[in-house]
């Protein structure tokens, strides 16, 4: 059986690609990452995010060392990286038809999880077309 990021990706569900997404932003930010950076970051409850861990790692989308400090896995940073290629595109996007940054990061986030790679792949090229800057942040 072939995986692929599509297949790992609807294995998911959003939230579980909104604490990847996270994982990889933090891991680029600062060069490591812990649970409570997440639990700051998302500003969410020490147990959600623990319970989330422990779901990511069970699935194989992240490791968690003896410290503490959690990386992504191959599987893990593919669905990561393309989350968060989806959120910056759209984000852009938004904010080049003139939605407020705010706005636009909100409701990226939300297209980010619901459109295929199908019609983002389009929408992509599309974009790329006639807004040569997007997506480039």
């Given at each position: 059986i072939e995986r692929t990021v599509e297949t790992e990706m609807k294995k998911l569900y959003e939230s579980g690609e909104n604490y990847?997404?996270?994982?990889?932003?933090?891991?680029?930010r600062h060069g490591e990452v812990r649970s409570i950076d997440i639990v700051r970051e998302m500003e969410l409850s020490k147990p959600s995010v623990s319970r989330a861990m422990g779901i990511l790692k069970e699935g194989g989308f992240i490791l968690i060392d003896e410290n503490g400090y959690i990386t992504l896995t191959e599987d893990g940073r593919q669905v990561a990286e393309t989350i968060y290629e989806r959120?910056?595109?759209?984000?852009?996007?938004?904010?080049?038809?003139?939605?407020d940054e705010k706005t636009a990061a909100e409701d990226a986030c939300r297209m980010e999880?619901?459109?295929?790679?199908?019609?983002?792949?389009?929408?992509?090229e599309h974009i790329k077309k006639y807004h040569?800057?997007?997506?480039?942040s």
């Amino acid at each position: 059986i072939e995986r692929t990021v599509e297949t790992e990706m609807k294995k998911l569900y959003e939230s579980g690609e909104n604490y990847l997404e996270t994982i990889l932003v933090l891991f680029n930010r600062h060069g490591e990452v812990r649970s409570i950076d997440i639990v700051r970051e998302m500003e969410l409850s020490k147990p959600s995010v623990s319970r989330a861990m422990g779901i990511l790692k069970e699935g194989g989308f992240i490791l968690i060392d003896e410290n503490g400090y959690i990386t992504l896995t191959e599987d893990g940073r593919q669905v990561a990286e393309t989350i968060y290629e989806r959120h910056r595109v759209l984000t852009d996007w938004l904010v080049s038809l003139g939605v407020d940054e705010k706005t636009a990061a909100e409701d990226a986030c939300r297209m980010e999880h619901a459109i295929s790679s199908t019609s983002f792949d389009r929408l992509k090229e599309h974009i790329k077309k006639y807004h040569q800057n997007i997506g480039k942040s």
